[in-house]
């Protein structure tokens, strides 16, 4: 399939979608519901604008920080309980315990700890980020072909060398996967914590738009959190296909013998 096909696979149905949309609420008089062209003037007049920088940047600045600092601690961690079935035994009951608590009923706990500043957001994003990246590492770690590590013993790699070659390598593919559910969560995140106590951001401007009755700029914040998440995705796909090039080259050599 050209890219020219596969474009226009993938364009087909989000321009149905925008218009029926449109067609739905072209004479629409409803308040909380008004025509799609009243909501993308909208969108033109409040995020292509001085908000772009008070707002938006420090959203994803945000999300930037708390996303990266759960995928180095998911998979430090996760590489460590993997490896060790000691580990695994004295942390999983309490790893289950924590994992079931949802992020947001943290946040009050947090702003005792952290204060109301960014530290805080950021913690939000994290310790909901963190545990996707976590188990997908650890079940990744310990589905490792038993052989490869014997030979690696045997060969008498180094530490560091294990680690990056067989062990993160080896499960690069479960942590890819655990990293991508753990980019929407972090979405939801950074909206949640900056509904708390924030002076700026996404999560704050659309909670101020809907409070004042600025329903079409309420909704063009959920549109342009919807097109956030598709260009972090598809950067995503573009780290993701750089990193495990061999993971796919092998899928497909399996999939032609």
């Not at 079409?216 to 097109?227: H, V």
Request: glycine content about 10%.
């Amino acid at each position: 399939m050209n890219a020219g096909r596969k474009a226009l696979l993938a364009l087909a149905v989000p321009v149905l979608l925008v218009a029926a949309w449109w067609l739905a609420t072209a004479g629409a008089a409803s308040f909380f519901w008004p025509p799609l062209s009243e909501i993308l003037a909208a969108f033109a007049d409040t995020w292509f604008s001085a908000r772009f920088v008070t707002d938006v940047l420090p959203s994803l600045g945000r999300l930037l920080a708390g996303y990266l600092g759960a995928v180095v601690a998911g998979v430090a961690l996760g590489t460590a309980v993997g490896s060790s079935r000691t580990l695994r035994g004295l942390l999983e009951p309490v790893l289950e315990f924590f994992r079931a608590i949802p992020s947001p009923v943290l946040v009050p706990i947090l702003m005792l700890f952290a204060g109301i500043g960014d530290g805080m957001k950021i913690l939000v994003i994290v310790s909901g980020c963190v545990w996707p990246v976590l188990l997908n590492t650890v079940e990744g770690v310990r589905a490792l072909d038993e052989v490869l590590s014997d030979t690696a013993r045997s060969y008498r790699m180094r530490r560091r060398s294990r680690l990056v070659h067989l062990v993160l390598r080896g499960a690069g593919p479960q942590i890819a996967a655990g990293a991508r559910q753990a980019l929407s969560i972090g979405i939801i995140l950074m909206v949640i914590s900056e509904m708390f106590a924030a002076s700026n951001g996404l999560g704050f401007t659309i909670i101020q738009f809907q409070r004042s009755f600025a329903i079409p700029q309420m909704w063009s914040g959920i549109i342009l959190l919807g097109l956030v998440g598709i260009a972090l995705s598809m950067a995503f796909r573009a780290v993701e296909a750089r990193l495990l090039r061999w993971y796919t080259g092998l899928r497909t050599a399996q999939r032609e013998g």
